[in-house]
């Protein structure tokens, strides 16, 4: 599927012609020269010119969006390659040496404290930290590793396995997991992580490469190791190394202990002596795995359905992308995996990517995608595209809260009580469960930028010990070692955008505080929350959650409580 931007985009570009082709570094350049050669002689003007200068950074954007949409449809796509490795490698590199003059034109114009506060700040402040993190030395690193990550994706694109006589991707084969046929689900758990073993000599010097380009990166930066650069390339302004290592701390000790309830839950509600690793995703009923919807057609319009019985506006969206063909859903081979929502900052529209297999998670992200759209749908009207880039502490808070926001209009989707029953019970069983894997993968990426000269030995030693260290006891993974040992692999974000991962168990405390808020008062809850997402990035993260009534609070008195919540309401659903 190829979808283009055809609708009449969300603010005019009078800066930039709509037929200028972006593609072009010669037509490009010429914009770029406007913009350093201008005289600023009043706050009036150095406004003007940020405005212009938006404009040229929002139609780059949305074009580099494009590039990067068509590649991930369809990776066998040749020329959908040349022209992301032309946009990464032909324009990037001059487009970072200009935006670096451009910042510093700014940061040094007599008129800069003219400008209108509060709003301004946070732009100025991710300014000022571009030229202070910038290298020219760094631009050809940072082209290379930006291609180079890519090959992750790549790679577990084209991974198969055979089941039955077909062959099949890994995200289709994991359906099998919720099988009741505990043979069969055991066949394809030892088929999925064998079929990744195959790779693992090729994914671990990726690793290597990409590994020691950022630690390179970093040094040229004037920073000891990639994860402090890192930190500061990111933005994070409104929290600490320390704080990330409180959240590691309070999801081992105040959710380790309730995922292991779960587990031992579903170890005597299943009858097993043993809790393998593919008894994880088979329905503790006993029953066939749920299956919400037939074809992707069916997941959109009843989650249009869906998220219109939460709210009229949430439902509206969606069905403008669904009119415009920015839904790309189903599975297939040679398209890359994983899922994500990508803002278009002229068109307005967001698109989204994912690969359903007809699961009950395949609808949870779905909805989670459609919070990333709804939310980039909110911010398309902020004057500047540096506020519709909100953080990923801040995006990833939309899109999990309206996962469990829908929970209530899941009807939609299942008509029998059972059934429903069965899925709100997945869904919370999920939302505790995912936060140890996301505080092993943001701890083991600590470690490894803070050792940047360590063996792959090591590596495997230390990503086996914190693994141990999240993991529950009640599972029982003996004989399977040789496949944890590199299953780290299997998670994009490492290769292709490192340290983008806590921001999700941030968020997913910030979705349970702002669901409990809608258990109490679901109005004011609904419309805080639309009200936190419409901020965009104007304002800092612990603004934006107190906007949306809740804490950016990673406390292990905190976690206990919304833990405690949580393990309430899948009480009520088990017993009632």
Same mark, same amino acid.
């Given at each position: 599927?190829r979808?283009?931007?055809?609708?009449?985009?969300?603010?005019?570009?009078?800066?930039?012609?709509?037929?200028?082709d972006?593609?072009?570094?010669?037509?490009?350049?010429?914009?770029?020269?406007?913009?350093?050669?201008?005289?600023?002689?009043?706050?009036?003007?150095?406004?003007?010119?940020?405005?212009?200068?938006?404009?040229?950074?929002?139609?780059?954007?949305?074009?580099?969006?494009?590039?990067?949409?068509?590649?991930?449809?369809?990776s066998?796509?040749?020329?959908?390659?040349?022209?992301?490795?032309?946009?990464?490698?032909?324009?990037?590199?001059?487009?970072?040496?200009?935006?670096?003059?451009?910042?510093?034109?700014?940061?040094?114009s007599?008129?800069?404290?003219?400008?209108?506060?509060?709003y301004?700040?946070?732009?100025?402040?991710?300014?000022? $930290?571009?030229?202070d993190?910038?290298?020219?030395?760094?631009?050809?690193?940072?082209?290379?590793?930006?291609?180079?990550?890519?090959?992750?994706?790549?790679?577990?694109?084209?991974?198969?396995?055979?089941?039955n006589?077909r062959?099949?991707?890994?995200?289709?084969?994991?359906?099998?997991?919720?099988?009741?046929?505990?043979?069969?689900?055991?066949?394809?758990?030892?088929?999925?992580?064998?079929?990744?073993?195959?790779?693992?000599?090729?994914?671990?010097?990726?690793?290597?490469?990409?590994?020691?380009k950022?630690?390179?990166?970093?040094?040229?930066a004037?920073?000891?190791?990639?994860?402090?650069?890192?930190f500061?390339?990111?933005?994070?302004?409104?929290?600490?190394?320390?704080q990330?290592?409180?959240?590691?701390? *309070?999801?081992?000790?105040?959710?380790?202990?309730?995922?292991d309830?779960?587990?031992?839950?579903?170890?005597?509600?299943?009858?097993?002596?043993k809790?393998?690793?593919?008894?994880? @995703?088979?329905?503790?009923?006993?029953?066939?795995?749920?299956?919400?919807?037939?074809?992707?057609?069916?997941?959109?319009?009843?989650?249009?359905q869906?998220?219109?019985?939460l709210?009229?506006?949430?439902?509206k969206?969606?069905?403008?992308?669904?009119?415009?063909?920015?839904?790309?859903?189903?599975?297939r081979?040679g398209?890359?995996?994983?899922?994500y $929502?990508?803002?278009?900052?002229?068109?307005?529209?967001?698109?989204?990517?994912?690969?359903?297999? @007809?699961?009950? $998670?395949?609808?949870?992200t779905?909805?989670?995608?459609?919070?990333h759209?709804?939310?980039?749908?909110?911010?398309?009207?902020?004057?500047?595209?540096?506020?519709?880039?909100?953080? *990923?502490?801040? #995006?990833?808070?939309?899109?999990?809260?309206?996962?469990?926001?829908?929970?209530?209009?899941?009807?939609?989707?299942f008509?029998?009580?059972?059934d429903?029953?069965? #899925?709100?019970i997945?869904?919370?069983?999920?939302?505790?469960?995912?936060?140890p894997?996301i505080?092993?993968?943001?701890?083991?990426?600590?470690?490894?930028?803070?050792?940047?000269?360590?063996?792959s030995?090591?590596?495997?030693?230390?990503?086996?010990?914190?693994?141990?260290?999240?993991?529950?006891?009640?599972?029982?993974?003996?004989?399977?070692?040789?496949?944890?040992?590199?299953?780290?692999h299997?998670?994009l974000?490492?290769?292709?955008?490192?340290?983008?991962?806590?921001?999700?168990?941030?968020?997913?405390?910030?979705?349970?505080?702002?669901?409990?808020?809608?258990?109490?008062?679901?109005?004011?809850?609904?419309?805080?929350y639309?009200?936190?997402?419409?901020?965009?990035?104007t304002?800092?993260?612990?603004?934006?959650?107190?906007?949306?009534?809740?804490?950016?609070?990673f406390?292990?008195?905190?976690?206990?409580?919304?833990?405690?919540?949580?393990?309430?309401?899948?009480?009520?659903?088990?017993?009632?």
């Amino acid at each position: 599927m190829r979808a283009t931007a055809t609708t009449t985009p969300s603010k005019s570009r009078e800066f930039i012609p709509p037929s200028m082709d972006l593609q072009d570094w010669a037509e490009l350049k010429v914009y770029y020269d406007n913009l350093l050669d201008r005289q600023i002689g009043s706050a009036a003007d150095l406004e003007q010119w940020i405005q212009d200068r938006n404009d040229l950074d929002a139609a780059i954007s949305e074009t580099f969006a494009w590039c990067y949409i068509h590649i991930t449809v369809d990776s066998s796509d040749d020329k959908a390659m040349e022209l992301y490795q032309h946009a990464v490698q032909e324009l990037s590199p001059r487009i970072a040496s200009c935006e670096d003059d451009l910042n510093r034109k700014l940061v040094n114009s007599p008129f800069i404290n003219q400008l209108p506060k509060p709003y301004y700040n946070i732009y100025l402040r991710n300014i000022q $930290n571009a030229v202070d993190l910038f290298r020219q030395q760094n631009i050809p690193l940072a082209t290379d590793v930006q291609l180079r990550s890519k090959e992750h994706g790549r790679i577990f694109s084209e991974m198969t396995i055979g089941v039955n006589g077909r062959q099949m991707t890994l995200q289709k084969a994991g359906a099998l997991l919720e099988e009741t046929d505990r043979i069969c689900r055991e066949n394809v758990y030892h088929k999925i992580n064998q079929r990744i073993l195959q790779d693992t000599s090729s994914l671990e010097a990726l690793f290597n490469d990409l590994l020691a380009k950022r630690h390179q990166i970093a040094l040229n930066a004037g920073y000891e190791n990639f994860r402090d650069y890192k930190f500061r390339e990111l933005g994070r302004f409104d929290y600490t190394v320390e704080q990330c290592l409180d959240f590691h701390e *309070s999801i081992q000790h105040e959710v380790l202990p309730l995922v292991d309830e779960l587990n031992e839950y579903r170890q005597n509600t299943l009858g097993l002596g043993k809790l393998r690793p593919w008894d994880l @995703h088979v329905d503790t009923s006993g029953q066939a795995p749920l299956r919400p919807f037939s074809d992707t057609d069916e997941l959109v319009d009843k989650s249009i359905q869906c998220l219109t019985e939460l709210h009229p506006f949430f439902g509206k969206v969606i069905s403008i992308m669904k009119e415009m063909g920015h839904l790309d859903l189903d599975s297939r081979k040679g398209k890359r995996p994983g899922g994500y $929502n990508m803002p278009l900052m002229i068109t307005g529209v967001p698109f989204i990517f994912m690969n359903a297999t @007809h699961t009950l $998670n395949d609808m949870r992200t779905f909805l989670h995608e459609s919070g990333h759209a709804i939310h980039s749908y909110l911010t398309k009207d902020q004057q500047l595209a540096v506020y519709k880039r909100v953080p *990923s502490e801040v #995006a990833e808070l939309a899109a999990m809260t309206m996962e469990l926001l829908t929970m209530d209009h899941w009807d939609m989707f299942f008509s029998d009580a059972e059934d429903l029953r069965r #899925a709100k019970i997945a869904q919370l069983e999920n939302v505790l469960k995912v936060l140890p894997w996301i505080a092993t993968i943001d701890k083991f990426q600590h470690w490894l930028y803070t050792h940047p000269n360590h063996t792959s030995e090591e590596r495997r030693q230390k990503w086996m010990e914190m693994l141990r260290q999240f993991s529950s006891d009640i599972v029982d993974s003996e004989g399977l070692e040789h496949y944890s040992e590199y299953i780290w692999h299997k998670q994009l974000h490492i290769f292709e955008v490192p340290f983008y991962y806590i921001e999700y168990g941030m968020a997913q405390l910030g979705a349970i505080a702002i669901w409990k808020r809608f258990r109490e008062e679901p109005e004011q809850a609904i419309r805080d929350y639309i009200n936190a997402l419409k901020l965009g990035y104007t304002k800092p993260i612990h603004e934006i959650y107190a906007t949306a009534g809740i804490a950016f609070d990673f406390s292990r008195e905190y976690v206990a409580e919304l833990g405690a919540f949580v393990k309430h309401e899948l009480h009520k659903l088990i017993h009632d």
